[in-house]
């Protein structure tokens, strides 16, 4: 079916039942959306979810839910969930093209949760047949955001940020007209090594960087995180999302992760969205926009919390967060090349591989790589942006033993 994803047909679906299929439904953010989706109660029926290679859970998500089908991205597992689904209806699918597949089947709304820019393709997928996209897969933007965007503009596909700080900017931007945006301001908690010193940071380990302060996140957000790349992320992110050119988008360190996201007005005016940090906030709101679900946990309490702080990030201490800016300056294919760099040098550190200040240098080592060799004009298509992403990898691969090697 036709499901153009513009907001006056939200509308006109929130008169029946939303079909829903879930990208990633065995990851953090899968789990929260099907917390809302089984609190939404008939509000709500899951149409496919797909996991990479986690049969059990994928299994026992497609059972609780009913989902029509099930898609496991690694081949390899396809005749293990084939058996998990016997006799349950629900059709079990192997491999990349089963990720498409879900991504096809008539859901209003695909919440595309899948992490890293593997998710582009499945999700490209759901903006092609103009569904509603509740997307928190940001490396997808941040590897082809112009593409995607132009893609699910060509589709009439709704956009719907499921990150918190700009899901924040989306609501606050309601407030007034595009034209009269001075700035946007995405906050950022500063991750569990906000206080640390530079020198404290070379000896930082993967579990020091998975203890989140505040969100309770996946692992390779939760490095992000840590060496604010996420933030520098959410930075490119918002730069598609809302067509806003880089010197309009600012940072600012809100240890508290009460106000996630703001948008200051021509007239002096800012407009900020509070919440407590539980992503099925967001979520919610993205299932069931412009509807508005009820909350089911603790409110914000102000008085309770007290002190809101804020202050201007540290780019000598977290460089991933000025490789980011700079990369999103450059254009072309340079935050696609950062995007690439920085999922391999993530992993690496993740596996003991590399220190954590070498995540931030083996992605600029990269970037300087990538710039030498000339790779760095825009991509015409999504095969081209892959084709980059795949060359970046391989040049990151190769500079890893030199840069871990450094006693960064
Ligand atoms: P998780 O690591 O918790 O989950 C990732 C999901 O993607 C899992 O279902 C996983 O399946 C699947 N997946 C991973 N690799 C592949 C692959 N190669 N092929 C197919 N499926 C794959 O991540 P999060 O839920 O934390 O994050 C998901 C996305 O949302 C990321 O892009 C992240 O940046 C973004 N986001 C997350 C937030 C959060 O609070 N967690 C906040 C804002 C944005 P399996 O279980 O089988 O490995
Ligand atoms: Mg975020």
Redesign the pocket.
Known sequence: MAVRGNVRLNAEQSLRTRRVTI????????A?TLDMIRRGGDRFQVEAV?????VA??AKIARDTKARYAA???AGAYKDLKEALAGTGTEAGGG?EA?VEAALHPAEVVVA????A??LKPTLAAVSRGATIAL????CLVCAGALFMRAAAAAKANVLP???EHNAVLQALTAGRREDVRRVILTASGGPFRTWTAEAMRGATPAQALQHPN???????SI?SATLM?KG?ELIEAHHLFSLEPDKLDVLVHPQSVVHGMVEFRDGSVVAQLGVPD?RIPIGMCLLWPERMDWPAGRLDLAQIANLTFSLPDTDRFPALRLAREALAEGGSATTVLNAANEVAVAAFAGGKLSFPGIAALVGHTLDAARGRGMMKEPQNIEEALGVDHIARSLAHDLLPQIAAKAF
Do not use: F, R
Request: glycine share 16%; aromatic share 2%.
């Open positions: 990208l990633g439904a065995t990851g953090s953010i899968g929260s797909s996991a990479h290679n986690n859970a994928l496991i991205g690694d990349p990720l949760a899948i992490s890293g593997i998710g928190a897969n940001k490396e499921v990150d918190s969100w309770s996140m996946g692992a390779k957000i992000d996420n992320l992503m």
